[in-house]
């Protein structure tokens, strides 16, 4: 093995430029940063192949003296901060002192810079090994910081940048997070001479969401409740936009958050996020959301990542429980209706414009209303047999004469099991009462309200019944139990065994009675009484194997949440092709109204969506 010996001053440079600058993102995020911590009122950014050849950040913040700019470039100077004890009390986002020095240490780098109060201003020249140039300049106040040619001293880190399309793509991300962070400054970006975004300050932050994110993107987001007594008494809170659950990502894009203004990546806020949507969420999707939290300076440490990514906070679970239930709060008071549009071109073969104003025809005109063509006379149309299934694969069978059973009829004692005693969450502000029209394909039930048809799903709506009850046994510990007449057993693996021990005391608060069987087995000797004896091996199972693994949060709210869900798949729902009375579709609708998240089922399919009288009206060209 070779000797020990001190590294050189200019590869020790290069190597700690590489702990800040990774890629022209990073370069665009110090920069950035600088300028808000300068008091910029405007800022932009223009970048060439991606940032590789050329970054440009001007800004019109207080700016640099002749005697501050050259010493801006040098290691660990910076005004942020003037002792240790400052890194637990920082307000400002940049305070390291490195983001120049780093800068120039592998991109030529120029820079202009006038203060307010200065006639003329100053031009930094450094790159690499090249000393420091400074010179008088002209330039209005503010700094001007022009990057070039990236890496031009280290090829193999350039050789390992992506194309400049990517690298721009990652510059865009880092700007969007810092224009979202700061509504009130004028943001312009612009990348190979296109205009990315503009975003003139905003009093209303969903109105900068939009210039930054793209109207698509932001259109109905939900707007997290106030905070602000909270903040008054404890000053800690949250606030900003989430999406509803029907707008969701394969992916954790689209998700920003932000602690004190000041963009981080976290994946405890990610997740936090996603529990607060609990089983609204299909899984495998994220929701989008922007998150602003406020904390207290001392209680957050911005200094764990050598980039600022990365944050810590002193009471962590607090905080992420108060994000959990600001989310859930927001979602229980929206209306999460699936709404479905059918425009008119949606008609097989129809590709003309049917609506009179469009087309100058009157509506006696219209072809669909036409004397000429024929009205067709339902009794022309004989309905047609419904198939019967046969009894099994083998097409022989139906020969046999077998004769199927009809399906049992569903009362209403069976579809509206009691719900929790609360007000209903959902009403129509007019007071409109709901109509059931009747059942379709054994699938679906049809409700006429005022203005809409709405399509319920069955099973899906009993399922979240029957959740949102499971849940509210599990909250209030209480629920009826039904003694087995023959117990059931069942084995699981030994790490299984330990998971189903920390789970006991849930299963009992919701009627199961497990007793050791000897071993890795288990007997069952009582159910809740809405629960089937023969699924009771398979959920006990499946919550312990998921325990073991590590798959469920560990929070009590989380378990809770779980547990129901896995139990409400269990239990003796309503399924797909079962025939409804008229009273036990009525009972289901509304039994399904009441519940708090009446939208969606335990696995965040929907359980209901709506179609507006004049949507359909547009299909027969009465509009």
């Known amino acids: 093995m070779d000797r020990i010996r001190l590294l050189d001053s200019h590869t020790i440079e290069q190597l700690r430029a590489g702990e800040v600058i990774e890629r022209p993102a990073s370069i665009v995020k110090e920069l950035v940063e600088n300028a808000i911590d300068a008091g910029a009122r405007s800022i932009s950014v223009s970048i060439t192949k991606g940032g590789i050849d050329e970054i440009v950040v001007q800004d019109d913040g207080s700016g640099l003296t002749p005697e501050d700019a050259p010493l801006a470039f040098q290691r660990h100077a910076t005004s942020k901060i003037q002792s240790s004890n400052d890194l637990f009390l920082l307000t400002t986002l940049g305070f390291r002192g490195e983001a120049l020095a780093s800068i120039a240490a592998v991109t030529q780098v120029e820079l202009l810079s006038r203060t307010a109060d200065a006639i003329e201003g100053v031009r930094v020249r450094a790159g690499g090994r090249a000393a420091i140039e400074t010179t008088p300049a002209g330039c209005p106040q503010g700094t001007t910081v022009t990057t070039r040619h990236l890496f031009f001293n280290t090829p193999p880190r350039r050789a390992f940048l992506k194309s400049p399309t990517a690298e721009g793509h990652q510059v865009h991300e880092v700007l969007i997070a810092s224009a979202l962070s700061q509504p009130s400054i004028h943001f312009r970006f612009q990348s190979d001479g296109r205009e990315v975004f503009h975003a003139p300050p905003q009093d209303e932050f969903a109105l900068r969401a939009r210039a930054v994110i793209g109207k698509e993107w932001a259109q109905e987001f939900l707007s997290l409740p106030s905070a602000e007594e909270r903040l008054a008494e404890e000053g800690v809170g949250v606030s900003g936009l989430i999406s509803p659950p029907s707008r969701t990502r394969n992916t954790r894009t689209g998700q920003y958050f932000f602690v004190n203004e000041r963009p981080v990546k976290s994946q405890p806020l990610s997740s936090a996020l996603s529990r607060g949507y609990g089983e609204l969420l299909p899984a495998g999707r994220f929701p989008l959301g922007i998150l602003f939290l406020t904390v207290p300076t001392d209680q957050v440490d911005v200094n764990v990542h050598p980039t600022k990514r990365e944050v810590k906070f002193q009471a962590e679970r607090e905080l992420l429980q108060m994000v959990v239930q600001s989310v859930r709060k927001t979602l229980d008071r929206a209306n999460l209706f699936k709404k479905i549009d059918l425009p008119a071109s949606d ?124 849940l509210d046994s599990l909250q209030h510990k209480h629920s009826a139990t039904q003694p087995l007449l023959i117990p059931v057993t069942f084995e699981l693996s030994p790490a299984a065994c330990s998971a189903l021990e920390e789970l006991h005391d849930y299963l009992v608060q ?82 399904l109204l009441d519940c708090t998240s009446p939208f969606t089922c335990p696995h965040g399919r929907p359980t209901m969506v709506r179609y507006s009288v004049r949507q359909l009206e547009r299909q027969f060209d009465r509009r």
């Open 510 to 591: 919701i009627g199961f009675d497990i007793q050791p069987f000897g071993g890795n087995t288990f007997q069952v000797q009582a159910t809740p009484s809405y629960f089937r004896p023969a699924d009771t091996p398979s959920l006990l199972s499946e919550l312990a194997e998921a325990r073991a693994e590590g798959q469920s949060d560990n929070s009590i709210e989380a378990k809770q949440e779980d547990l129901a869900a896995r139990i409400a798949c269990k239990v003796k729902s309503i399924k797909a092709g079962q025939t409804l009375t008229e009273e036990a579709m009525h009972a289901l609708v509304k039994t």
């Open 347 to 470: 008609l097989p073969g129809d590709n003309r414009q049917t609506d009179s104003r469009t087309t100058g025809l009157s509506r006696a005109e219209s072809r669909a209303l036409d004397s000429a063509v024929p009205i067709p006379d339902p009794a022309d149309y004989p309905r047609p047999q419904r198939r019967r299934k046969a009894a099994d694969s083998y097409g022989a069978r139906s020969e046999l004469g077998l004769r199927l059973l009809d399906k049992p009829l569903v009362h209403e004692s069976e579809a509206a099991p009691p719900s929790p005693a609360h007000s209903p969450l959902w009403q129509r502000p007019d007071g409109t009462e709901f109509r059931v029209v009747g059942q379709s394909h054994e699938l679906f039930v049809l409700v006429e309200v005022e203005g809409e048809l709405w399509i319920v799903d069955q099973h899906a709506a009993h399922e979240r019944i029957m959740y949102e009850q499971v």
